[in-house]
């Protein structure tokens, strides 16, 4: 089945099952392989992408079913100045440790700093909840978040 994408801004046509997952269709079809394989199940957040600038797991998202939406994946989202930011304050403040997580959590902080450009500890806490980093970096996730709205305008 043809289905036709908008992805970071551009239009991608792939031949694919109607529900093989948003993830594989970017990894193995569009080689864009920011977005990690982590868990498979919605548990972990390694596969956060923007569908219509909200976080949705591409793991278990059927690829027809972001047809005709704007997705954002992480390599874009430094297109945007939230993400831009984000992707800046996490090298600035050195917040990955083994990395693996961090596109997922760098898709999630971009979507709660754009909804909520002055998140409290709560708010950071509830939108990045269900993303894991098995290192433990969530004081420094923390820590760039709060930098952010910090010096928002």
Known sequence: MAITLNINGKEHSVDAPED??????????????????????????????????????????????????????VEGIGATPVGKKVQ?????????????CQSGQVVAATALLTLNPKPNDRDIDEAMSGNICRCGMYPRIRRAIHEIADNAA
């Open 20 to 73: 093989k997952p948003l993830l594989w269709v970017l990894r193995d079809d569009l080689h864009m392989t920011g977005t990690k394989f982590g868990c498979g199940a919605a548990l972990c957040g390694a596969c956060t992408v923007l569908v219509d600038g909200s976080p949705r797991r591409a793991c278990v998202m059927p690829a027809s079913a972001a047809a005709g939406k704007q997705i954002t994946t």
């Open 88 to 100: 800046d304050t996490w090298v600035a403040l050195n917040v990955p440790q083994c990395g693996y």
